[in-house]
């Protein structure tokens, strides 16, 4: 198939500097994106691109919207779809009270692909094409996500959770059974379609030193593949954590001994992190991933984005909403939300940035820059379109919007689903199936 899109584009080169940094992305007023068999064939002013294409070519008419690469989520929980606003006073109290006993009916396949099913629709919802996301410790779980994703043909990153402690007995497995089922999710699942599956012990209160020998094999077997987990979310969880392991020097070093501490590792929060840990994550090229709504919601703390950005050795940073324990599918509502924590830190954290974090940056945190999360020929044509007037509210203030950069900031901070005109998912129009 072959459709030539026409819109306002706009596709980040690196991150920006100010918003004057107009060196740091590609914008066309009047441009035209060219798709063939899943893949952008061709970008730039609609009237070159139109007099290059075939001709009697499908167009769509998208003006006076804004084209950009799909969004990417970069840490969410697919089980916790029903565990969203549910009242606690923090991480370790709502994890035991919700969030444990309901991944618990995950051990049932027509329950997780139920779930699934609902999963996917929200993404493209809220103009998501790629999340990175963990399943229960079933592996049920797995499975229909993953089969999911093939048939939405989506670039998908996900794992089986494996944990063999401190929990509910329905959501144990054990060192051996947490190797072999996510090992077999691995034959079964990765590189089929466009699904990229994860290596995923939950976090360190959850895993016994002997599981976590176990994770580093799978680590040491197949060591292009992410690893995802969580780290110093909340106090109280890292007082925990050096209990259960009194020989590691810190929170970060557990992960570092047992060798997943890497560039393809994605830890989950990272808000309270000392200068050693900060510095071993950034030599080894670890991922920090920032969970704003999820983390003013738990009353976990303020992620220092920007501090960790500019230090002397920074960190690589990611952008997630967290479901459950975040509140919100749109990642418009979790830049929002990052911008009023930079703000209550004394930092400010520009729209172009925020932009710039939910596409290319995420990618680049993936390792996956080269297949999402710009407008680039050759990428995947996963594509979220923006309309800034879509309630009266925003299209309002859109009377007064001036520049491009006023105008993603009022996207950030009113928009939300209704902002997403449509989600294109390897060239084809996925939202509009779902209205």
């Not at 009697?56 to 919207?65: F, G, L, M, S």
């Not at 929990?167 to 077999?184: C, F, I, K, S, V």
């Amino acid at each position: 198939m072959t459709t030539l899109l026409r819109g306002r584009l706009l596709s980040f080169k690196r991150a920006p500097q100010s918003l004057d940094d107009t060196d740091s992305y590609s914008y066309e007023s009047d441009g035209g994106l060219l798709i063939e068999n899943g893949l952008i064939a061709a970008v730039g002013p609609y009237a070159e691109v139109k007099a290059k294409a075939p001709a009697h070519i499908a167009e769509v008419d998208h003006r006076p919207h804004l084209i950009l690469p799909g969004f990417i989520d970069m840490h969410l929980h697919f089980p916790q779809m029903q565990v969203i606003a549910s009242y606690a006073a923090n991480l370790l109290e709502w994890l035991n009270t919700y969030t444990f006993p309901e991944e618990c009916r995950f051990v049932e396949s027509a329950h997780a692909e139920r779930i699934a099913t609902h999963f996917y629709d929200e993404l493209i919802r809220h103009g998501t094409t790629t999340a990175v996301a963990y399943c229960s410790v079933h592996k049920a779980s797995a499975d229909a996500f993953f089969a999911e994703a093939l048939r939405r043909d989506m670039r998908m990153v996900g794992g089986k959770v494996m944990m063999d402690r401190n929990a509910p007995q329905g959501l144990l497995d054990t060192p051996e059974m947490g190797y072999d089922e996510t090992r077999q999710v691995i034959v079964d699942w990765h590189g089929k379609g466009r699904n990229h599956v994860a290596i995923t012990p939950r976090f360190a209160i959850t895993s016994t030193p002997e599981q976590m020998e176990a994770t580093a094999a799978l680590a040491r077997e197949f060591p292009d593949l992410h690893i995802q987990t969580h780290l110093s979310e909340n106090h109280d969880e890292i007082k925990f954590t050096g209990e259960l392991y009194p020989d590691a020097i810190d929170y970060t070093d557990i992960y570092a001994r047992y060798g997943l501490l890497g560039p393809k590792s994605l830890f989950g929060h990272a808000i309270h992190l000392s200068e050693r840990e900060a510095d071993a994550m950034s030599e080894a090229g670890a991922i920090a991933v920032h969970c704003p709504t999820s983390n003013l919601f738990l009353g976990s703390g303020l992620f220092p984005l920007k501090a960790l950005a500019r230090r002397e050795k920074p960190i690589r940073i990611g952008v997630a909403t967290d479901i459950g324990g975040g509140s919100s599918y749109s990642m418009l509502r979790t830049m929002d939300e990052a911008y009023k924590i930079q703000q209550l830190l004394g930092e400010r954290l520009n729209p172009l940035e925020s932009y710039y974090y939910m596409t290319l940056g995420n990618a680049e945190a993936l390792s996956l820059a080269d297949k999402i999360g710009t407008l680039e020929p050759g990428t995947d044509a996963d594509l979220t379109i923006l309309n800034a007037t879509a309630t009266p509210a925003m299209a309002l203030k859109m009377e007064v919007v001036k520049t491009l950069s006023e105008e993603l900031f009022l996207l950030q901070t009113m928009g939300d689903d209704r902002a997403i005109v449509e989600t294109y998912v390897a060239g084809k129009p996925a939202k509009s199936v779902l209205n």
